[in-house]
């Protein structure tokens, strides 16, 4: 059955942006008329219903857990967006790992969307690797600093070797220039694929633009404003590049990956048709 399109927005460095970067590019794909579910993934750290200003009465981590049914914890969010938020702090009945029982309602309620948008935390834990390798495509972030672009690069082995034909983008945020962006663009494709036999495509770059903050700070999307900063401009493009071009991979929907990993494991429990 062909899912929604899922895009994972994820880094190896915390703090380079992917919970703006995942909620202006969800205000943006709305804008060009894509119906979009913005997953917050960052399970216990939640950030994006404080970026929108949202209370939320239940969370992704009470779906997973079984215990709330996911229309009860989804909240319309800006341009008609719909976010399923996370927790902003770690409980202990909080699951440890994801389960085909705990993401069986996500499978289900993803099917109206055209866009599925996951917004990860940042490292190498295995809940960030199993939200952004369930996805069709990963969006992988990087700042120019030096630390930031070693830490995607080992996020980026490591999900290669969990999934080898993994579609991922690498988007520059907060780039001084589009020659220090292309120039990253290029290194970074570079060594990927020298070292990791990889293909990264070049998904351009965000500027630094200080409006970003003011935005996080009065709690709205940077791309309602009027005009739109350079960094609205910058994730306009690239909605539309993403509505209008081919998907890499034949859309599949969120965890189609990591479903068929617990059917071949042979997982006891039992997954969803
Ligand atoms: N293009 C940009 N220009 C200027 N500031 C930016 C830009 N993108 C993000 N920021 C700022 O960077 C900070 C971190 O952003 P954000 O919380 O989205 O990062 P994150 O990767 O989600 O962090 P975490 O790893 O903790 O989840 C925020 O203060 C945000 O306003
Ligand atoms: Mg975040």
Redesign the pocket.
């Known amino acids: 059955m062909a899912g929604p399109r899922s895009l994972a927005i994820t ?1 190896g460095k ?8 995942a909620l202006n590019l969800a205000v943006s794909l709305a804008r060009c008329q894509q119906h979009v579910l913005l997953v917050d993934a ?1 399970l216990g ?1 939640g ?1 994006q219903a404080i970026l929108q200003s949202l209370s939320p009465e239940h969370t992704l981590e009470e779906v997973l857990s079984g215990l709330c049914p996911i229309e009860a914890a989804v909240l319309e969010g800006p341009e008609g967006i719909v976010l399923l938020p996370a927790a902003s702090q770690l409980l202990p009945w909080h699951p440890a790992a994801l389960t085909p029982a705990g993401l069986a309602p996500l499978r289900s309620f993803e099917a109206q969307f055209d866009f599925v948008l996951v ?1 990860t ?2 490292g190498l834990a295995p809940k960030v690797l199993d939200f952004a390798g369930a996805t069709d495509q990963v969006l992988l ?1 990087t700042t120019p600093e030096a630390t930031a672009i070693a830490d995607a690069y080992a996020l980026l082995k490591i999900l290669l070797q969990r999934r080898p034909a993994l579609a991922t983008g690498l988007l520059v ?2 780039a001084e220039s589009a020659k220090e962006a292309a120039e990253l663009q290029e290194k970074f494709a570079e060594l990927a694929n020298r070292f990791l036999g990889a293909q990264i495509d070049n998904w351009g770059y ?5 409006y ?2 003011e935005a ?1 700070k009065r709690q709205i999307p940077f791309t309602l404003a009027t005009p739109p900063p350079p ?1 609205a401009r910058a994730l306009a493009r690239l909605a539309e590049n993403l509505v209008e071009g081919q998907p890499t991979t034949a859309p599949q929907g969120l965890f189609a990956p990591l479903w068929r990993q617990f059917l071949s494991s042979g997982s006891p429990e039992q997954a969803p048709t």
């Open positions: 880094s915390g703090g380079v942006g992917k919970s703006c970067v960052d750290l950030n917004d935390g940042a972030l945020n907060m965000i500027p630094l633009d200080r970003v903050r996080a960094a």
